[in-house]
């Protein structure tokens, strides 16, 4: 299956900043990745489809400008919270699939004092 | 719309025990069906999956899912549990090959008491 690196693990950030998490598949060319957010004790909530060489997919109810994605290359999906907030704390997770099956990074804590 | 139900929030097994995990799916067409296990902290960890032919799948950890179809479910057994298993759980329901994307059931925490 594909291996995937997602960077950082954790990270603490004032209200009012940007934080940009970064999901590298490091074995497989991804045109497609998807990130997930997932609150505490929660299942995951799909937030947007990063497509590689172009604009991303969101999810319905997700703020497009809050949470920008960029999938520059094969390998690599940059989710940035822009101007983050107490409320944007939470753990995201991003895939990457050859094929239906899914394999997951790590995740990112966040958390917006 | 595709969606998964996982009914059991909370389960609690002694160590040796057997455990089954329910999961039930709605899905139009001939579902890919997976589970998962998360740690805390941690990603996804995909335990086996289900996409066509025999409808008892084997996965890691010694676990296993029968599919039913008639049943629109997919439950995870594994005949004796470690402690180590105690964990996250969720089913997850996928659409066409090459559309990777997942919806997932809400989970079950299984508790491995000595």
């Known amino acids: 299956g594909a291996v995937v690196s997602q960077h950082p693990s954790r990270v603490i950030c004032k209200s009012g900043t940007s934080v940009k998490i970064e999901c590298r598949s490091l074995d497989f060319q991804a045109t497609t990745m998807f990130w997930y957010r997932q609150f505490p004790k929660q299942s995951l909530m799909l937030m947007a489809t990063s497509n590689e060489g172009s604009k991303a997919t969101y999810e319905q109810g997700v703020e497009k400008d809050k949470f920008l994605i960029n999938h520059a290359s094969l390998t690599l999906s940059t989710l940035t919270v822009t101007s983050a907030h107490p409320e944007d704390s939470s753990f995201y997770i991003c895939s990457v699939g050859p094929g239906p099956e899914a394999f997951f990074g790590q995740g990112t804590r966040l958390t917006v004092v | 719309a595709q969606s998964v139900t996982q009914p059991d929030i909370h389960i609690t097994v002694s160590e040796g025990a057997s455990l089954e995990l329910r999961c039930n799916y709605s899905y139009g067409a001939t579902p890919y069906l997976f589970w998962y296990v998360q740690s805390p902290g941690q990603g996804l960890q995909l335990l086996l999956k289900?996409?066509?032919?025999?409808?008892l799948v084997q996965g890691i950890k010694g676990f296993e899912a029968e599919f039913k179809r008639s049943q629109s479910s997919f439950n995870l057994r594994k005949p004796s549990v470690h402690w180590s298993d105690a964990a996250e759980y969720f089913c997850?329901?996928?659409?066409?090959?090459?559309?990777?994307?997942?919806?997932f059931g809400t989970g079950t925490r299984l508790t491995i008491i000595p």
């Open positions: 997850a329901v996928g659409g066409n090959f090459g559309n990777e994307k997942l919806t």
């Open positions: 289900y996409f066509s032919g025999d409808t």
